[in-house]
């Protein structure tokens, strides 16, 4: 049984939207009803938000702001971006890059988030966070998980 999932941008932008799409809006609920931790890590909310500012959905904007008051926030922290900082390194050094070498790589920031509380990671992303992590395609993680 999961006790916590932690949500990368993609399915975060989608429960975003106001009218999510059926498939996820299920998905969702049954994590909430079930309780399960639902977190949604600073880095998360930074891809989402900036993208949603950029086309100024408004809507968004403020289903973001609810979610965020309503499930388990992570900022950032010193500690969080200095695991960063050793997993880039570590998938540099073993030829396994996650991103351009000038990039932030925002995908190493929330491996480092999930590492901290041992979440898996609802993606769209697998290969480079499973790198990292526990990560799963957000349509796979069910409650027997």
Avoid: C
């Amino acid at each position: 049984m999961i006790s916590s999932v932690m949500l990368d941008s993609g399915p975060l932008g989608r429960i975003a939207y106001p009218r999510p799409n059926p498939a996820i809006a299920s998905w969702f609920m049954n994590l909430l009803e079930a309780n399960v931790t639902v977190i949604i890590p600073e880095i998360s909310d930074y891809e989402v938000r900036r993208s949603l500012l950029l086309e100024g959905l408004s809507k968004s904007i403020s289903r973001l702001d609810q979610l965020k008051e309503t499930l388990t926030y992570l900022p950032l922290s010193t500690n969080i971006m200095l695991k960063a900082a050793e997993l880039w390194a570590q998938a540099r050094r073993q030829g396994r890059p996650t991103a351009d070498l000038q990039a932030l790589d925002g995908d190493v920031i929330l491996a480092a988030q999930a590492l901290q509380v041992n979440a898996i990671v609802a993606t769209e992303n697998v290969g480079h966070l499973s790198l990292f992590v526990k990560a799963m395609n957000w349509e796979q993680i069910s409650l027997d998980n």
